[in-house]
């Protein structure tokens, strides 16, 4: 079975839902660091979006070249949305239906990983229907001080530490999984 992932660059005071901060984030894009984003984006062959990533993605990607950019156009890309209608351009297939049902049938199908970058409502759904296999954190010794952050409006959750890990550049990955009970 396929596993989703979600994926996050984040500031130490837990910002991520603000374009701004990757004017920062970018500074501390050291070779390691890449190489983990490179090893995370080719370890999946499909993108799970909620609507504002998908079009702040689909801006971006397809005017962008080289191998990263070729694999991110050419993946199928899953768009979970209230407001978009289809077609969606961008090799993108919006989610229609019981969202649940349909991502549990996404995860039954052949294939590697499904990533999802980007945090906000769709994230909340996919916790608390349990459908998070991995939270790969990338925290970036910097604060913010403004934006959203990602657990804002979520009730506790508990996570099991799977690795972490300590970059050159001072970020931090933290991958975790869903754990029923704490310790």
């Not at 062959?45 to 998908?54: E, H, K, S, V």
Request: charge should be positive; include cysteine.
């Amino acid at each position: 079975m396929r596993e989703i992932i979600v994926a996050a660059e984040i500031t130490m005071d837990g910002v991520v839902n603000n374009p701004e901060i990757f004017t920062e984030i970018f500074k501390y894009h050291s070779d390691d660091v890449q190489d983990y984003l490179d090893k995370l984006l080719y370890s999946s062959d499909a993108l799970l979006a909620g609507r504002l990533t998908y079009e702040g993605f689909a801006k971006v990607w397809p005017t962008r070249t080289g191998k990263m950019a070729d694999y991110i156009n050419k993946m199928p890309k899953y768009v979970a949305s209230r407001t978009l209608k289809e077609p969606l351009s961008w090799n993108s297939k919006l989610i229609q239906g019981d969202i649940v049902e349909e991502l549990q049938k996404i995860k039954r199908m052949d294939g590697k990983n499904l990533v999802q970058y980007g945090v906000g409502e769709l994230t909340h759904t996919l916790l608390n229907h349990g459908l998070v296999d991995k939270f790969q954190l990338l925290v970036y010794p910097f604060t913010f001080g403004r934006g959203g952050r990602w657990f804002d409006g979520m009730n506790i959750k508990h996570f099991k530490l799977i690795e972490c890990k300590t970059f050159k550049s001072g970020a931090i990955l933290m991958q975790y999984g869903q754990a029923a009970n704490p310790l």
